[in-house]
């Protein structure tokens, strides 16, 4: 595993989706290779950056029942009572 | 990619299926079960509404798409291979609504705050360059807010490459469901991943760290 190599595999490694195989090498390379050591943690400094600063939308319990009232509608609409 | 685990859902879905779990659900959709019905609508409105949400500039068309999106489950619950994990088909038929919605409005103006509909996603390092000369919005960087900043830049990314962001950071799914529910290949998901994480980590100035 080269330096370039590891862009390929770098995010399958952080979120821990690596294979076997590449898992070992990545590793292998991370403690050797300060550069890339460095940039795996920015990256992941990053990714936790954008993740903490977004919370989910609450969807309210009015348009849940809006939504979910019109799709019902609509298939009743399209199937006749079988 | 991983066969080990791709045998042992395999396994799973030929078993009996859990009462509630996803495989029961939609066998009971699939045979017009209204209560099933409710069950997954339930289980999946909030994370398909949010994902929608971040793919559409017009707030008031997300209703409409998530309503769309759950009649096409509805509707098409017995097309459903359960081969396939259910989550990854759901978001897979949110997608093709998010895209839809996309060719439409292109059509009606040309809304595209990035790249044009239909364009590979610009996975490459030079029309990364290129949209690195168009200009940010105005005083992105300068916002106090960085949630605002980042909205700002992540609606900036190429539609491919912000749906596979948004997909695995906020929905946290593997990079094989998402290479399912984007219909290509792994290696395409992950370089979406890294030319979209360059992107946003150059307009942050990330590297200065
Ligand atoms: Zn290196």
New binding site residues.
């Given amino acids: 595993m080269?330096?370039k190599k590891?862009q390929d595999v770098i995010f399958n490694f952080v979120y821990g989706e690596s294979s076997e195989a590449e898992l070992l090498a990545t590793r292998d390379?991370?403690e050797?290779?300060?550069?890339?050591?460095r940039?795996k943690q920015v990256i992941e400094k990053l990714l936790d950056k954008i993740k903490n600063c977004e919370a989910q939308e609450t969807v309210t319990e009015d348009c849940r029942d809006r939504m979910l009232s019109k799709i019902k509608n609509s298939l009743a609409g399209e199937e006749p009572a079988s | 990619m991983d066969s080990t685990a791709q045998n042992k859902r395999n396994l799973d879905v030929a078993t009996v299926p859990r009462p509630g779990s996803d495989e029961e659900l939609v066998v009971r959709l699939a045979a017009g079960d209204a209560g099933a019905f409710d069950q997954v609508f339930d289980r999946y409105h909030k994370q398909i509404y949010n994902f929608i949400r971040k793919q559409v500039s017009e707030r008031e068309n997300i209703e409409d798409l998530v309503q769309e999106v759950f009649l096409r489950v509805f509707k098409s619950a017995k097309n459903f291979d359960p081969e396939k994990k259910f989550s990854s088909w759901v978001y897979k038929i949110a997608l093709n609504e998010v895209k839809r919605h996309w060719k439409k409005s292109a059509a009606k103006q040309t809304y595209s705050l990035n790249t044009p509909v239909g364009d590979e996603g610009s996975d490459s390092e030079r029309q990364d360059f290129i949209e690195d000369l168009r200009e940010l919005p105005e005083n992105v960087l300068e916002r106090e807010n960085f949630s605002e900043t980042l909205k700002v830049l992540i609606d900036r990314l190429p539609d491919k490459q912000r749906t596979v962001v948004i997909l695995k950071i906020y929905h946290e799914l593997t990079f094989e469901e998402i290479s399912e529910i984007c219909e290509c290949p792994l290696s395409t998901v992950l370089s979406r991943m890294r030319y979209a994480v360059n992107k946003l980590r150059r307009w942050l100035g990330v590297d200065e760290d």
């Fill in positions: 080269d330096c590891i390379h991370l050797k290779c300060g550069d890339c050591a940039e």
